[in-house]
Protein backbone atom coordinates (compact mmCIF):
# COMPACT_ATOMS: atom_id res chain seq x y z
CA UNK A 1 0.00 0.00 0.00
CA UNK A 2 1.37 3.20 -1.55
CA UNK A 3 0.31 5.84 1.20
CA UNK A 4 0.37 10.16 0.68
CA UNK A 5 -0.78 13.16 1.91
CA UNK A 6 -1.65 14.82 -1.20
CA UNK A 7 -1.42 13.82 -4.62
CA UNK A 8 -2.70 15.46 -8.00
CA UNK A 9 -5.48 12.36 -7.81
CA UNK A 10 -4.65 8.69 -7.31
CA UNK A 11 -5.87 7.53 -10.36
CA UNK A 12 -3.34 9.97 -12.43
CA UNK A 13 -0.63 8.53 -9.85
CA UNK A 14 -1.15 5.00 -10.72
CA UNK A 15 -1.12 5.60 -14.39
CA UNK A 16 2.12 7.24 -14.72
CA UNK A 17 3.33 5.06 -12.41
CA UNK A 18 1.82 1.57 -13.77
CA UNK A 19 4.74 -0.02 -14.97
CA UNK A 20 6.53 -0.01 -11.77
CA UNK A 21 3.71 -0.49 -9.42
CA UNK A 22 2.96 -4.30 -8.27
CA UNK A 23 -0.45 -5.81 -8.80
CA UNK A 24 -3.13 -4.88 -6.53
CA UNK A 25 -1.36 -2.22 -4.91
CA UNK A 26 -3.43 0.39 -3.32
CA UNK A 27 -2.47 4.11 -3.63
CA UNK A 28 -4.02 6.38 -0.43
CA UNK A 29 -4.16 9.97 -0.44
CA UNK A 30 -5.43 11.82 2.37
CA UNK A 31 -6.36 14.81 -0.04
CA UNK A 32 -6.25 15.49 -4.07
CA UNK A 33 -5.99 18.69 -5.85
CA UNK A 34 -6.94 17.16 -9.28
CA UNK A 35 -9.81 14.78 -8.18
CA UNK A 36 -11.62 13.30 -10.92
CA UNK A 37 -15.30 11.61 -11.58
CA UNK A 38 -17.00 9.83 -14.65
CA UNK A 39 -17.35 11.86 -17.81
CA UNK A 40 -13.97 14.07 -16.67
CA UNK A 41 -16.28 15.92 -13.94
CA UNK A 42 -13.89 17.09 -10.52
CA UNK A 43 -14.20 15.28 -7.77
CA UNK A 44 -13.97 17.19 -4.38
CA UNK A 45 -11.20 16.03 -2.43
CA UNK A 46 -11.00 17.90 0.89
CA UNK A 47 -9.49 16.68 4.19
CA UNK A 48 -11.77 14.35 5.67
CA UNK A 49 -12.72 11.92 2.69
CA UNK A 50 -11.10 8.45 1.66
CA UNK A 51 -9.62 8.48 -1.76
CA UNK A 52 -8.27 5.57 -3.07
CA UNK A 53 -7.15 3.61 -6.08
CA UNK A 54 -6.71 0.02 -6.57
CA UNK A 55 -3.95 -1.04 -9.54
CA UNK A 56 -5.38 -4.56 -11.34
CA UNK A 57 -3.27 -6.36 -13.65
CA UNK A 58 -5.55 -9.70 -14.38
CA UNK A 59 -4.79 -12.27 -17.06
CA UNK A 60 -8.55 -12.48 -17.70
CA UNK A 61 -9.74 -9.43 -18.85
CA UNK A 62 -12.98 -10.52 -20.14
CA UNK A 63 -15.20 -8.71 -17.31
CA UNK A 64 -13.01 -5.74 -16.34
CA UNK A 65 -16.42 -3.70 -16.62
CA UNK A 66 -17.80 -5.14 -13.92
CA UNK A 67 -15.32 -4.90 -11.10
CA UNK A 68 -16.57 -1.28 -11.04
CA UNK A 69 -19.91 -2.35 -10.17
CA UNK A 70 -18.61 -5.15 -7.64
CA UNK A 71 -16.54 -2.07 -6.22
CA UNK A 72 -19.89 0.13 -5.59
CA UNK A 73 -21.34 -2.75 -4.16
CA UNK A 74 -18.40 -3.55 -2.12
CA UNK A 75 -18.86 0.20 -0.58
CA UNK A 76 -22.82 0.24 -0.27
CA UNK A 77 -22.61 -2.88 1.50
CA UNK A 78 -20.05 -1.51 3.89
CA UNK A 79 -22.00 1.36 4.52
CA UNK A 80 -24.99 -0.44 4.95
CA UNK A 81 -23.21 -2.66 7.56
CA UNK A 82 -22.97 0.72 9.18
CA UNK A 83 -27.04 1.06 9.42
CA UNK A 84 -26.76 3.43 6.29
CA UNK A 85 -29.58 3.05 4.04
CA UNK A 86 -27.29 3.18 1.28
CA UNK A 87 -28.21 2.32 -2.54
CA UNK A 88 -26.29 1.84 -6.11
CA UNK A 89 -27.28 4.05 -9.00
CA UNK A 90 -26.23 2.41 -12.33
CA UNK A 91 -23.21 2.00 -13.25
CA UNK A 92 -20.93 2.48 -9.69
CA UNK A 93 -22.50 5.56 -8.11
CA UNK A 94 -23.59 4.80 -4.37
CA UNK A 95 -26.24 7.61 -3.16
CA UNK A 96 -27.73 7.94 0.45
CA UNK A 97 -30.93 9.78 -0.14
CA UNK A 98 -30.59 10.45 -3.56
CA UNK A 99 -27.46 12.46 -2.03
CA UNK A 100 -24.13 10.98 -3.71
CA UNK A 101 -21.92 9.88 -0.72
CA UNK A 102 -19.47 7.83 -3.00
CA UNK A 103 -18.31 7.60 -6.11
CA UNK A 104 -15.72 5.20 -8.74
CA UNK A 105 -13.79 6.04 -11.79
CA UNK A 106 -12.15 3.55 -13.69
CA UNK A 107 -9.32 3.76 -16.33
CA UNK A 108 -7.71 1.36 -18.10
CA UNK A 109 -3.72 1.68 -18.65
CA UNK A 110 -2.77 0.72 -22.50
CA UNK A 111 0.40 0.64 -23.55
CA UNK A 112 1.28 -0.64 -27.74
CA UNK A 113 -2.39 -1.74 -27.66
CA UNK A 114 -1.75 -4.23 -25.13
CA UNK A 115 -3.90 -4.08 -21.74
CA UNK A 116 -1.27 -3.15 -18.70
CA UNK A 117 -3.57 -2.14 -15.69
CA UNK A 118 -7.34 -1.12 -14.33
CA UNK A 119 -6.96 1.76 -12.11
CA UNK A 120 -10.07 1.89 -9.80
CA UNK A 121 -10.25 5.17 -8.45
CA UNK A 122 -12.54 5.56 -5.03
CA UNK A 123 -13.98 8.48 -3.43
CA UNK A 124 -16.17 8.33 -0.48
CA UNK A 125 -17.15 11.06 1.74
CA UNK A 126 -16.77 10.46 5.60
CA UNK A 127 -16.22 13.17 7.75
CA UNK A 128 -16.85 16.21 5.61
CA UNK A 129 -19.11 18.60 7.22
CA UNK A 130 -19.53 20.91 4.19
CA UNK A 131 -20.11 19.66 0.58
CA UNK A 132 -22.02 22.34 -1.07
CA UNK A 133 -19.01 22.77 -3.12
CA UNK A 134 -19.24 19.58 -4.71
CA UNK A 135 -21.36 20.56 -7.55
CA UNK A 136 -24.07 17.90 -7.13
CA UNK A 137 -25.98 16.99 -4.45
CA UNK A 138 -23.76 15.45 -1.81
CA UNK A 139 -23.61 13.35 2.06
CA UNK A 140 -20.55 12.38 4.06
CA UNK A 141 -20.83 9.95 6.96
CA UNK A 142 -20.50 12.93 9.43
CA UNK A 143 -23.24 15.17 7.99
CA UNK A 144 -25.90 11.63 8.76
CA UNK A 145 -24.19 11.78 12.26
CA UNK A 146 -21.72 8.78 11.86
CA UNK A 147 -18.40 8.71 13.24
CA UNK A 148 -16.36 6.57 11.25
CA UNK A 149 -12.38 6.13 10.85
CA UNK A 150 -11.84 6.13 7.15
CA UNK A 151 -8.88 3.56 7.37
CA UNK A 152 -11.74 1.14 8.82
CA UNK A 153 -13.41 1.62 6.19
CA UNK A 154 -10.70 1.63 3.83
CA UNK A 155 -10.07 -2.02 4.95
CA UNK A 156 -13.59 -3.18 5.22
CA UNK A 157 -13.89 -2.18 1.11
CA UNK A 158 -11.13 -4.08 0.22
CA UNK A 159 -12.01 -7.50 2.03
CA UNK A 160 -15.44 -7.34 0.36
CA UNK A 161 -13.66 -6.35 -2.90
CA UNK A 162 -11.69 -9.03 -2.82
CA UNK A 163 -13.51 -11.81 -1.93
CA UNK A 164 -15.57 -11.20 -5.27
CA UNK A 165 -12.75 -10.62 -7.51
CA UNK A 166 -12.33 -13.66 -8.74
CA UNK A 167 -15.59 -15.09 -8.98
CA UNK A 168 -16.16 -11.57 -10.79
CA UNK A 169 -13.31 -12.15 -13.38
CA UNK A 170 -14.13 -15.38 -14.10
CA UNK A 171 -18.09 -15.04 -14.31
CA UNK A 172 -18.93 -11.17 -14.82
CA UNK A 173 -22.01 -9.12 -13.32
CA UNK A 174 -23.78 -12.40 -12.86
CA UNK A 175 -21.48 -13.57 -10.06
CA UNK A 176 -23.29 -10.24 -8.26
CA UNK A 177 -26.16 -9.49 -9.84
CA UNK A 178 -28.36 -10.66 -7.06
CA UNK A 179 -27.07 -8.79 -4.63
CA UNK A 180 -26.27 -5.83 -6.58
CA UNK A 181 -30.11 -5.51 -7.59
CA UNK A 182 -31.04 -5.85 -3.92
CA UNK A 183 -29.29 -2.00 -3.39
CA UNK A 184 -30.75 -1.01 -6.55
CA UNK A 185 -34.33 0.90 -5.96
CA UNK A 186 -34.59 1.94 -9.70
CA UNK A 187 -36.46 -0.94 -11.35
CA UNK A 188 -39.72 0.50 -13.05
CA UNK A 189 -38.82 4.44 -12.82
CA UNK A 190 -38.43 6.25 -15.10
CA UNK A 191 -35.27 7.16 -15.62
CA UNK A 192 -33.14 9.67 -18.69
CA UNK A 193 -29.73 7.90 -19.61
CA UNK A 194 -27.39 10.71 -20.88
CA UNK A 195 -24.84 9.79 -23.11
CA UNK A 196 -23.15 11.55 -26.32
CA UNK A 197 -25.76 14.26 -28.08
CA UNK A 198 -28.84 12.57 -27.74
CA UNK A 199 -30.22 11.34 -24.51
CA UNK A 200 -32.24 7.67 -23.91
CA UNK A 201 -35.57 8.27 -22.01
CA UNK A 202 -37.18 4.82 -20.35
CA UNK A 203 -38.32 3.32 -17.70
CA UNK A 204 -36.06 0.50 -15.88
CA UNK A 205 -36.40 -3.03 -16.73
CA UNK A 206 -33.63 -4.37 -15.28
CA UNK A 207 -29.93 -4.81 -15.28
CA UNK A 208 -28.88 -7.50 -17.54
CA UNK A 209 -26.61 -10.92 -16.15
CA UNK A 210 -23.68 -8.77 -17.93
CA UNK A 211 -24.66 -5.28 -16.17
CA UNK A 212 -26.11 -3.39 -18.37
CA UNK A 213 -29.06 -1.08 -18.00
CA UNK A 214 -32.46 -2.91 -20.17
CA UNK A 215 -35.06 0.20 -20.53
CA UNK A 216 -38.40 -0.21 -21.92
CA UNK A 217 -38.69 2.88 -24.42
CA UNK A 218 -41.10 3.72 -26.67
CA UNK A 219 -38.98 2.51 -29.28
CA UNK A 220 -39.39 -0.85 -27.63
CA UNK A 221 -36.54 -3.06 -25.01
CA UNK A 222 -33.46 -0.56 -25.45
CA UNK A 223 -30.11 -1.90 -23.91
CA UNK A 224 -27.62 0.62 -22.38
CA UNK A 225 -24.11 -0.09 -21.26
CA UNK A 226 -22.45 2.87 -20.95
CA UNK A 227 -23.98 6.13 -20.37
CA UNK A 228 -24.97 8.23 -16.89
CA UNK A 229 -28.24 7.71 -15.34
CA UNK A 230 -30.38 10.83 -14.27
CA UNK A 231 -33.19 10.51 -12.15
Not at 93 to 114: P, Q, R
Amino acid sequence: MLRFDELDSTNAYAKRNCSLIENQTIIVAKTQSAGRGRLSRSWLSEPGGLYFSVVLKPTQITHLANLTQLMALSVCQVLRELGVAAQLKWPNDVLVNDKKICGILSEAVTSENKFDALVLGVGVNIAQTDLSRAGQPAVSLAMLGINYDAEKMLQQILDRFFAQYENVLQNGFSAIRTDYLNYFPYIGKEVIIAHGTTPTRGTVQTISPVGELILNTPAGQTVISIGDMCI
